[in-house]
């Protein structure tokens, strides 16, 4: 049974045979894989390209995979996460999953489980984003937002924005806590699969905008940019 076509999985393991030969097996069960070899590499990938799932390798150098998965779990970053590891006693997996990941597999392991584990792992984020998908008002920080009244509020204060702004409010909103690109943007809210120069202003015009109108006159920002990569909505000083 092949990966869906499209799905886009980042690995994170720094000895090269054992990353190459996962690489591999994954491409040829049908997934798009890429890989890292640090957990620093690991976040700058994840903050520039979009993925559906991480592989990570518990003995990184610097910091383990462990403490690379709790700073995503922090961060808010929701994606599943499976968890490679020699360690196979009681006691790890349940500081695995406790620090954040989604499913665990000790080494070696067979590449056709590992695949099927992701499989379900991908069947089973895909059924939450669809429960996601429904909700009807959006809470983040004091702000709040009403899809179906296509509502804003901060603090109590009603917010007036355009059909534009609220949509790209939205996609911020999804990802919270997480950086979303323009080519992201682009795609999901210009409906353009190709991101130009020209976009790329308008995009940052709307974002000016909207940034002004959710945050000015409030002591705590919420939409800030991530230079050269593209924008993020968490809390932060004015300033």
């Not at 109108?213 to 991530?226: C, E, N, P, W």
């Amino acid at each position: 049974m092949n990966g869906p076509s499209g799905v886009r999985i980042l690995l994170v393991e720094d000895e090269e045979k054992t990353a190459r030969a996962i690489v591999s097996g994954l491409e040829t069960e049908g997934f798009a894989a890429s890989w890292a070899k640090t957990g620093e590499e690991g976040f700058f990938l994840l903050n520039s390209e979009r993925f559906d799932a991480l592989v990570l390798d518990w003995m990184l150098p610097g910091r383990t995979g462990l403490e690379v998965l709790k700073t995503l779990r922090t961060k808010n970053v929701k994606m599943p996460v499976l968890l490679l590891t020699a360690r196979d006693a009681l006691e790890d997996r349940i500081a695995g999953l406790d620090g954040g990941a989604d499913d665990y597999l000790v080494k070696p392991f067979a590449l056709a489980e590992l695949a099927a584990r992701l499989r379900a792992l991908l069947r089973r984020a895909a059924a939450d984003s669809a429960i996601e998908e429904k909700k009807v008002r959006w809470q983040f920080s004091d702000l709040e937002v009403d899809l179906t009244e296509r509502r804003v509020i901060r603090a109590g204060k009603l917010l007036d924005l355009t059909p534009r702004e609220f949509d790209l409010l939205i996609q911020l909103l999804r990802n919270a806590g997480r950086i979303v690109s323009r080519e992201t943007l682009a795609r999901e809210v210009w409906q353009e699969t190709r991101r130009a120069t020209p976009l790329d202003n308008v995009i940052d015009v709307h974002i000016a905008r909207l940034r002004r109108k959710i945050d000015d006159g409030y002591a705590r920002r919420l939409i800030h940019t991530v230079r050269g990569v593209g924008f993020v909505l968490r809390e932060g000083a004015t300033g």
